[in-house]
């Protein structure tokens, strides 16, 4: 398989902004030792095997003494946040559509990363780690071909052949059907409509837009205009050849209508209604008879809000898929000559990761905050970062992340164009990309706090302290739901009902903004903390808050004991996020607690250790893995831990899980984390490469330094 000299690429960062660029003459030296552990290369002389541990103290020194190597320039961490497949193919159907010139080594990589992850049955999943689906098995074939792979090339026979066997691309799910009809193998009549017009709708009405999920209504957004004016790209010879190959019949005798609904089982994860049954066909009826001069308004006003969410994101766009749409209706609406389409070209970058298996594309331009504001934690907690100047000087370099990512600003004409309130919220990423999230708000505020108060060396943020601290608190009040919960980017605007509008057929939980176990705990949690230092500001609301919270999450508990996680996999997750939540509000001998590690014992493996698989979260049940797991283990003693219950069940856990973890720790320090950990709308898993250090050294620190019954025990008495 053709690779590039993995020696020549540098990942280039600059206030959280990560881009892997390509130098020939760069010498191997040049490298940092991140980016040879990120590509797989020899990182031996970087990391080095560290003195053998005698005590949890000492494997928690060289777990941090790791973790502070990988540590960038700017004070973040960068990892994989690669996982889902049906991303990277937008970007390529983009780049290929707008003429985007693409260095020849990035598009080796590409198709390397796709050759790896292809499976044995010729297909690909909607995620590294899901059976082959028609979704993924189409796009992914059709990018390997505009990357300059032959039809005759055995990877894509052996793709071709498993297309067919799914009925061909006709069975792709509507967000396929879309990509594929910009690019010219699909005809938008077989496409259920995306109606620009619904943006003139009166706000008041549930349906509108702009009460949707953040996510699915700027990715439905560019959808919509691409929709409303059918914009196709060039037919070319290719693309004239991959019309035959995708197909099970002649593309001109298909009938496109009858295709709208057709979707694959594989991927029908969502299946449709009777009220997307009835309502899209409804549409399509419109969209025939819609007058030319609103339709154009329509157009106007949806083109003016994307280039609004283009401004404000300083075009990284909210994630890659409505970045891959933004910059295509750029390209579109301006021919490609705009300067706003060359800003795209340049953000264009931001979304591609470089590792062992090729060039992915990310869920997001990376998770900097979120792992850095964990990262502050976990160091507050081992214990051992004020023994030498090196991880003082991580944790300094760690808190400046966090101090520079905040943001600073409300987006402007926040009604018109929808937003939350974002001044003083922390963003999931960088400070550029600027969307405000509740619980990394609530993750970087805490990372502040508690960072101020575990190390003496540390200053305060820069400019205004206090009222920083002041703004962020604002935010989090800001976001809780009705329901007493906390959703993800903004207040749940409609009815839950509107899931049963939802096409994507692929995701569940995307039409509104719900309320979370992890969102709660994490703004119930940060608010205590902030109220401990400041006893009397806005006392009355927090206090209103946290009790309207903690109800949320009780009464959100499973039969079980657990709390179903639906950002990581799964119930350790969500179970961990529960108890934390209860025990910071004085619900520490709570039944609900109990239940919780009772849930968590019954599931601990002989070996000590907790495995969970991605299918927990599609399930919605607990499914076991084969093996056990670095992270979930780590979120089940810490746990146990924080309960603290009296009892020699759960010491003997904690230790026993404790024991596993320093069993599976390299020499070096470093931990391997086979399987994923990651999970959004229930049915995509995606990676957390950065869980496996994180929640390791917490989970170690908590135990030798603040669990009742743990201390720095020597490793033979575990």
């Not at 777990?63 to 320039?73: D, L």
């Not at 401004?311 to 300067?339: C, R, W």
Request: charged content about 25%; hydrophobic content about 35%; glycine content about 8%.
């Amino acid at each position: 398989m053709e690779k590039t000299d993995l020696r020549k690429w540098k990942l280039h960062v600059d206030a959280g902004r990560q881009v892997w660029k390509y130098h020939p003459d760069q010498k191997p030296e040049d490298q940092q030792p991140y980016d040879r552990y990120f590509l797989g290369l020899d990182t031996s002389k970087d990391f080095p095997a560290l003195r053998r541990p005698r005590t949890i103290k000492d494997a928690t020194r060289n777990a941090v003494e790791f973790w502070a190597g990988m540590q960038t320039e700017d004070g973040h961490w960068g990892n994989d946040y690669g996982g889902p497949m049906f991303l990277l193919p937008g970007f390529m159907i983009t780049a290929y559509i707008s003429k985007m010139p693409l260095q020849q080594e990035y598009k080796t990589e590409v198709i390397r990363y796709l050759s790896n992850k292809q499976h044995q049955d010729g297909g690909w999943g909607l995620h590294v780690e899901s059976e082959s689906t028609a979704f993924g098995t189409a796009l992914n074939y059709i990018t390997l071909r505009l990357l300059g792979l032959g039809r005759d090339d055995p990877r894509c026979v052996r793709a071709r052949a498993r297309l067919h066997k799914f009925g061909g691309a006709t069975a792709v799910p509507h967000w396929g059907k879309v990509w594929m009809s910009v690019l010219g193998v699909y005809e938008w009549e077989g496409v259920s409509a995306v109606l620009p017009e619904l943006w003139m709708l009166p706000y008041q009405l549930p349906i509108h837009p702009g009460r949707f999920w953040c996510h699915c209504r700027v990715v439905y957004l560019p959808m919509a205009w691409l929709y409303g004016s059918k914009s196709v790209g060039p037919i070319t010879p290719l693309i004239k050849e991959l019309r035959e190959e995708l197909y099970t019949e002649p593309y001109e005798k298909i009938n496109w209508p009858a295709q709208r609904f057709n979707c694959a089982q594989a991927d029908l994860y969502k299946p449709h209604s009777l009220l997307v049954k009835t309502v899209f066909p409804l549409c399509n009826i419109w969209d025939k008879c819609a007058p030319a001069w609103l339709r154009q308004k329509a157009l106007d006003e949806t083109l003016d809000h994307i280039r609004y969410e283009d401004e404000q994101t300083h075009y990284i766009d909210i994630g890659p898929v409505n970045k891959a749409m933004d910059m295509l209706v750029e390209y579109f609406a301006s021919n490609g000559k705009s300067e706003a389409f060359k800003q795209h070209c340049d953000r264009f970058y931001d979304y591609l990761w470089l590792a062992a298996d090729g060039l992915k594309c990310q869920g997001y331009n990376g998770c900097q905050l979120w792992d850095t504001a964990f990262t502050m934690q976990a160091l507050a907690e081992s214990g051992v970062c004020g023994e030498s100047e090196r991880l003082k000087n991580c944790v300094k370099q760690t808190y400046h992340y966090l101090d520079i990512t905040q943001v600073r600003e409300n987006s402007p004409q926040s009604d018109k164009y929808f937003r939350h309130i974002s001044k003083g919220a922390w963003p999931f990423s960088t400070r550029d990309h600027g969307w405000p999230i509740a619980d990394c708000t609530a993750e970087g505020f805490r990372g502040v706090m508690i960072g101020n108060d575990a190390f003496d060396f540390l200053p305060k943020l820069a400019d205004d302290h206090d009222g920083r601290l002041f703004d962020a608190v604002n935010v989090m009040l800001s976001y809780q739901n009705a329901d007493g919960g906390w959703p993800t980017y903004e207040n749940q605007r409609s009815y839950a009902w509107l899931e049963y509008l939802n096409p994507a057929e692929c995701f569940d939980g995307i039409m509104v903004d719900y309320s979370y176990v992890e969102l709660s705990s994490a703004c119930i949690r940060s608010l205590l903390y902030f109220q401990k230092q400041y006893p009397n500001h806005r006392k009355a609301e927090i206090d209103r808050a946290c009790k309207r919270g903690i109800e949320y999450i009780l009464n959100i508990q499973r039969p079980d004991g657990s709390w179903h996680g639906s950002w990581a996999v799964c119930y350790t997750y969500g179970t961990w996020f529960g108890v934390e939540a209860l025990v910071a509000t004085g619900h520490q001998r709570h039944e609900a607690v109990d239940r919780a590690c009772e849930f968590l014992l019954a599931h601990q493996r002989s070996d000590g250790a907790w495995g969970e698989d991605f299918k927990s979260c599609v399930e919605r049940r607990w499914v076991e893995h084969k093996d056990g797991h670095a992270v979930h283990t780590s979120w089940a003693v810490m746990t146990l831990m924080v309960a603290a219950r009296d009892n020699d069940r759960d010491k003997l856990a904690v230790r026993r899980g404790i024991r596993w973890i320093i069993e599976k720790q390299h020499a070096n320090g470093d931990w391997d984390q086979p399987q994923i950990c990651g999970v959004f709308n229930f049915n995509c898993a995606i990676e957390y490469q950065g869980y496996k250090n994180i929640f390791t050294i917490w989970a170690l620190g908590r135990f030798w330094r603040f669990y009742k019954w743990g201390g720095d025990l020597e490793l033979t008495n575990l």
